[in-house]
Structures are given as C-alpha cells and as structure tokens.
C-alpha cells in the first residue's frame, strides 16, 4: 500500500439514493393495490353497459311490437335473449346429430360476432 486512504462517498449522497429506493418501493406497494381494484372496476363498467345495451334494445323491441313498456326487467331479459340467442342456439344445435354441427358452426360465429360488437 501506498499510504492512499480510499475516500467514501459524502454522506447525504447514500441517504438520498436510500429516500429514492424507499420512494420507488413505496410507489410500486401502490400501484400494487391499485391494479386489482382498477380491474374490478373495468369488468362492473363492461357488465353495466352490456346490461344497459339489452335493456335499450328490449325497449326498442317492445316498441316495434306494440307492446306496452314498463318493466325494464323484461326488457333487459328480451334484450340478452337478442344478444345471446344466436350463441345459446348455436350451443344447442351442437350438442345434436353430427349433420347438423356445419350449421351450428356459423350460428356460433354470428353469434359471437353480434356479442363482441355488443
């Protein structure tokens, strides 16, 4: 040796490299807790406005049928029987001969097509 001491860095430099792991650490705890709750609020959004299509469509079906409006249950019903039907009956179809499974092919691709632009 060559009689060198080796210097340490000062140190406020160490404390502020750990506030800026802490801060990092504390930021990424957060968006932790935040990402799950983002996601169960994204599929209540998606579920709300699928229900809020059928019930619009229910009630435009009732009104070019004459029908008296009233219960938006029921018109939320006839709604997710447009939306889902042709899937449901394509589901069905299918589990029948196997003549009939072309059929229930592009039933289910109709159907799924009317859901996803749903």
């Known amino acids: 040796m060559n009689g060198t001491k080796k210097s340490s860095p000062p140190r ?5 490299g750990t506030l800026a792991r802490v801060s990092l ?5 957060a968006l932790t807790l935040l990402v799950p ?9 998606l579920v709300l ?3 809020s299509l059928a019930c619009r469509l ?5 009104e070019r049928l004459g029908w008296q409006p009233g219960n938006a249950l029921i018109a939320t019903a006839i709604g997710f029987f ?3 039907g042709p899937t449901l009956a394509a589901r ?6 196997d003549a009939l499974r072309p059929l229930a092919i592009v039933i289910l691709m109709v159907g799924l ?5 749903a």
Do not use: D, Q, R
Request: hydrophobic share 75%.
């Open 12 to 16: 406020w430099l160490s404390l502020a």
């Open 25 to 29: 650490l504390a930021m990424l705890m």
């Open 37 to 45: 709750i983002a996601i169960v609020i994204a599929v209540f959004a």
């Open 49 to 51: 406005g699928f229900t």
């Open 58 to 62: 229910g009630e435009w079906v009732e």
């Open 82 to 84: 447009l939306i889902m």
């Open 92 to 97: 069905l179809i299918g589990v029948g001969p």
């Open 113 to 117: 097509a009317v859901e996803f632009l």
